[in-house]
């Protein structure tokens, strides 16, 4: 493995490749190293759930073919047991030992990866209908002077949890459960930069949210002129207060934005990437997790957040294509 690499640049590989579908090579040209260093982070990622490698690899336990049977079905049984649970089954069943690191790899080798459940938005015919004329509309526009803000409560509790499934198979669906340490914020981004971002204390109204708005594009007014701006649809996102904000900063919002449409708010991805670097470090305390939001809003390369921009062009190419509902859906 090349050591010349930062931890930023392998997290780097990892976001480019898994969320904007970037091809191995391109990434090796984009970050300036060599093909086989890409694929060695890809790999060490899908084997480890890491992009450092750690002491002690070296080679495996060699299992027979009954032996990778009763792994296959306990890799298909047990989706989320870490790779210390199925060692212990795997031993019980058969009274051989293996190590975490054979699991590991033998899950990718039959081809297993690692994901975290999705929560799935629920969207009717109206709802598709709404989504199909907006991307039918903006198909030919340009991103790049398009502000994308949201909300985002991060949460400590079962959305760490991973589940290791099939190859094409989709990622499962997850339902909130006990929370241990939560904590909402509201950020903006854009394609050459993003707001300061704003840990939301208290509940949100008309008033707070224009509140949020100057606590998160003040130091940005200039940057932002003549700018369009995109928010999912809360009630006090189009208000009046909300839009004379907007216009006396030469912002114009976005009102035919369609509801239940995540996927054609470029924050969405962001919040994903940092909800990822998040739970890799476990949260300890309130504050850990307030320290580990921070750091990942500053830490999220400026060249993703283009690239999930980028990809919205592609998000209404697949909308159209499904009449205004989501592939996954349809």
Known sequence: MSGHLNIRDRWRIVSMRFDQNISPREISRIV????QTVYNILHLFDTANDVIERTGRGGGDVLTDAEVRVLRKFFYAYPTETSNQICNRFCRRTGHFVTSRTIRSYRVRLGFRAVHARTQPSINQQHAECRLLFCQQRIDDSWRRVIFADEKMFEVDTSGV???????????????????????????????????????????????????????????????????????????????????????????????????????????????????????????????????????????PQSTIRGYIRNVHSVCDRIIANHGWDSSQR
């Open 32 to 35: 300036n190293c060599s093909y």
């Open 162 to 300: 991973v589940h290791w499934i099939p190859l094409g198979r989709s990622r499962p669906t997850t339902f909130r459960s006990q929370i241990k340490y939560q904590i909402p914020v509201f950020g903006a981004v854009w394609h050459n930069n993003r707001s300061e971002l704003v840990f939301i204390r208290g509940r949100t109204n008309t008033l707070t949210y224009v509140e949020y708005l100057e606590s998160a594009l003040r130091s940005r007014r200039r940057l932002i002129k003549n700018y369009f701006f995109i928010h999912d649809r809360p009630r006090w996102a189009h208000t009046h207060a909300a839009h004379e904000w907007l216009f006396r900063n030469h912002v114009t919002c976005v009102d035919d934005y369609p509801p239940v449409s995540p996927d054609l708010n470029a924050i969405e991805s962001v919040w994903g990437w940092m909800n990822r670097f998040v739970q890799s470090r476990f949260p300890r305390s309130q504050q850990h997790l307030e320290e580990l939001v921070a750091a990942a809003w500053e830490a999220i």
